[in-house]
């Protein structure tokens, strides 16, 4: 995972209204432009794209735009190529960054429907959803970037604004403590890459899953054995919990959940009381600290 200074947000709405049909540029907090997915059609002409669908595991085609036209439409041609990731979160709190290199090593789109009008849904199935609504925008790749996790996280839906921000600014209280071990530094990219979109830490991160460090580390009531056997396979001990397992692809997986869980255990010495406005979410933790 390459960690940038500079991102771009994608920030979206928690209902269904007609601002959630548009998707609201800003630049660092000041507001650029609103487009709706008309004006996104307009501007940038549709196209029937197929993509190896990640979270139902098969082909599926979409009527979408291209995402590098559509972002220079909104900034202007190249602008938003100046920042180095594109963090995207979701109506549901879910949250990732992507490197805007990515862009440049692979077809992006915004997809905005199906080709025969068919309800704009799909099953995900990775966290028990059997039913998912993808509008207003849901950005999807003909072929993988490189260095992209294997997975779904790549594939935001709901998607709707955008703003370009910085990344050491948002997120300055997820960094490991000085001096920190390679091992915990190893998790502090892996956790980038694969918690953060949903958990908050220290209440940075996404606002989906629950916050991991304050007041209470996670690793402070939870037993080391079964946190790494929660994140290999949460399944087994939680039935239909929406967690997703770590996926099978990662490379050097077994190193990195034991990484995952040494940053974990590091931050309980950087413990950051975390915004007002940034409640921890809800735990999905279900399994009591087995007693010693």
């Known amino acids: ?25 800003s630049d660092h907090g000041r507001a650029v432009r609103t487009i709706t997915v008309d004006d996104a059609r307009a501007l940038v002409a549709p196209a029937s794209v197929t993509v190896a669908e ?18 220079d439409a909104a900034y202007g041609a190249g602008v938003w190529r100046k920042a180095e990731e594109i963090l995207f979160t979701c109506r549901d709190g879910f949250q990732v960054p992507i490197p805007t290199a990515d862009f440049g090593h692979a077809p992006a789109f915004f997809a905005i429907g199906f080709p025969d009008g068919a309800p704009f849904h799909i099953a995900n199935l990775k966290e028990n959803e059997p039913d998912v609504e993808l509008g207003p925008f849901y950005l999807v790749w003909t072929t993988p970037p490189s260095g992209q ?22 997120y300055p209280n997820i960094v490991p403590p000085p001096r920190s071990p390679a091992a915990v530094t190893r998790g502090f990219h892996a956790f980038v890459s694969y918690c953060l979109a949903c958990h908050t830490l220290n209440g940075q991160g996404g606002a989906k899953a629950p916050e991991l460090n304050y007041p209470v580390n996670v690793t402070e009531y939870y037993r080391t054995d079964w946190l790494k056997r ?63």
Do not use: N
């Open 149 to 170: 996790a294997v997975g779904g996280d790549e594939w935001p839906y709901q998607i709707v604004g955008a703003d370009l921000i910085e990344f050491a600014d948002r």
């Open 1 to 25: 995972m390459r960690i940038a200074l500079t991102s771009i947000v994608f920030l979206c709405a928690s209902s269904t209204s007609a601002v959630a049909e548009s998707l609201s540029f």
């Open 54 to 71: 990640p979270h139902e595991s098969r082909p599926r085609t979409y009527l979408a735009i291209d995402a590098t036209k559509l972002l």
């Open 230 to 292: 929660w994140i290999d396979d949460p399944t087994k001990i939680r039935f239909s919990t929406t967690m997703p397992a770590l996926a099978p692809e990662t490379p050097d997986r077994a190193r990195t959940i034991d990484d995952l869980v040494a940053y974990l255990a590091a931050m309980r010495s950087a413990k950051r009381a975390p915004p007002p406005k940034t409640a921890p979410a809800a735990s999905s933790f279900a399994t009591p600290k087995p007693t010693p």
